[in-house]
């Protein structure tokens, strides 16, 4: 990931925040063409290592010893319009801020039924904790859960490096970066204001 220093984030808590906020990552590998091989999926970051399933017809696993999680935080286009040096000599770009995070590493494939249950249950007790009523894994027959865990692999890759970016306008000075901010928190589009209130967090 091309990743200049301004835009560079190593501290493990705010790392560890994007990834548990993120929904649907991505699993990259190297294929045996040399072609990186992609699933889309959603994964889990827990004490040093991110946790997810794959459909056991996914022929990504087979081989699968190492690779990069992708956790995409939020984002949002940012208009030059936003920019109060805009007005003053209309040399501006329009550009996209964002908020990413790599975790690279070695990775185990798990077939064992329990640990595969635990990987899902892991998964659902997660995305369905904000729920009024959230669904367990417990809720559905312990038969009809045994048949399912038969048709996925579990994956769990060892981090050796967490690589994060936070691209919120710290290139820009503090009067287009607060115009920025201000124009994104004023969208319609919840994902703007999130990116807004990343920035405003940013600057603290």
Do not use: C
């Not at 301004?6 to 994007?18: G, K, S, T």
Request: avoid cysteine.
């Amino acid at each position: 990931m091309y990743n200049p220093p301004a835009f560079r984030e190593d501290d493990p808590e705010i790392l560890a925040a994007i990834m548990a906020a993120s929904r649907l990552s991505l699993l990259v590998s190297n294929g045996a063409d040399g072609m990186p091989v992609i699933t889309h999926l959603p994964l889990q970051y827990r004490g040093g290592v991110v946790i997810g399933h794959l459909a056991r017809a996914n022929p990504h696993w087979h081989g699968l010893e190492r690779g990069v999680a992708v956790f995409q935080g939020v984002e949002a286009y940012v208009s030059p319009s936003s920019y109060p040096s805009k007005a003053e000599h209309h040399r501006v770009v329009p550009t996209w801020n964002y908020e990413a995070v790599h975790a690279h590493g070695p990775i185990e494939v798990v077939q064992d039924a329990a640990r595969l249950r635990e990987i899902v249950a892991g998964l659902t007790d997660a995305h369905e904790a904000k729920r009024k009523n959230p669904w367990s894994v417990d809720d559905a027959p312990a038969d009809f859960v045994a048949g399912q865990l038969k048709g996925i692999v579990g994956v769990v890759l060892r981090v050796e490096r967490l690589i994060g970016k936070r691209k919120l306008s710290q290139n820009r000075n503090e009067a287009d970066a607060a115009g920025t901010a201000a124009g994104l928190a004023a969208s319609p589009d919840a994902r703007d204001q999130a990116v807004a209130a990343a920035m405003r967090l940013a600057r603290r």
